[in-house]
T-cell receptor, first 115, second 109 residues
Framework: EAGVTQFPSHSVIEKGQTVTLRCDPI?????LYWYRRVMGKEIKFLLH????????ESGMPNNRFLAERTGGTYSTLKVQPAELEDSGVYFC?????????????FGPGTRLTVL | KNEVEQSPQNLTAQEGEFITINCSYS?????LHWLQQHPGGGIVSLFM???GKKKHGRLIATINIQEKHSSLHITASHPRDSAVYIC???????????FGTGTRLKVLA
């Protein structure tokens, strides 16, 4: 069974540009989560999808970030326009059910560098 | 103060040593997750436990729910164990994970 995949693995862009990150969860997992780790800080929750619906987007830092999950399969996270402080590693995770005891399976992450 | 605290932040060990990484949390939880992040960046799930102890190969994880504390032990450590080990807890009744800052482990040959 394929795990959670993310694309690209690394993205380097200039301040003001747009970047779109993609996450493909494990097939059949309704729950998809986005997290971010900025340099020197702990990983922080960004948002949670249940199928195509945003269950909770309280962790999204501002309106420059837009997440979508059309069709309830893969998800994209767009940053527009990117700022220097957006640099970090963006992780995606998925789980089949979603209660707190359900293991979340993490992807390899996308390292975003904004110059 | 972070709701999930890990210690030590950095750890260097010689190959073969027994290693302990600690995690303390202040929120109510139903389970705790240990994750491993390798230098390439990807995160691997090691354990999810809600009580007692779990063992997988040379890795052992224990949790004491009453004391809100968990430990990750590595027996006979090896350079390939070098990674960042992260403790994560879902806040009770939610799916939101709260993460520790991680413990950076380096095992020298």
């Amino acid at each position: 069974e394929a795990g959670v995949t993310q694309f690209p693995s690394h993205s380097v862009i200039e301040k003001g540009q747009t970047v779109t990150l993609r996450c493909d969860p494990i097939s059949g997992h309704d729950n998809l989560y986005w997290y971010r780790r900025v340099m020197g800080k702990e990983i922080k929750f960004l948002l949670h999808f249940v199928k195509e619906s945003k269950q909770d987007e309280s962790g999204m830092p501002n309106n420059r970030f837009l997440a979508e999950r059309t069709g309830g399969t893969y998800s994209t996270l767009k940053v527009q326009p990117a700022e220097l402080e957006d640099s970090g590693v963006y992780f995606c995770a998925s789980s089949p059910r979603g209660p707190s005891t359900d293991t979340q399976y993490f992807g390899p992450g996308t390292r975003l560098t904004v110059l | 103060k972070n709701e999930v605290e890990q210690s030590p932040q950095n750890l260097t060990a010689q190959e073969g040593e027994f290693i302990t990484i600690n995690c303390s949390y202040s929120v109510g939880i139903s389970a705790l997750h240990w994750l491993q992040q390798h230098p390439g960046g990807g995160i691997v799930s090691l354990f999810m436990l809600s009580s007692g102890k779990k063992k997988h190969g040379r890795l052992i994880a224990t949790i004491n729910i009453q004391e809100k504390h968990s430990s990750l032990h590595i027996t006979a450590s090896h350079p390939r164990d070098s990674a960042v080990y992260i403790c994560a807890v879902p806040r009770s009744g939610t799916y939101k994970y709260i993460f520790g800052t991680g413990t950076r482990l380096k095992v020298l040959a």
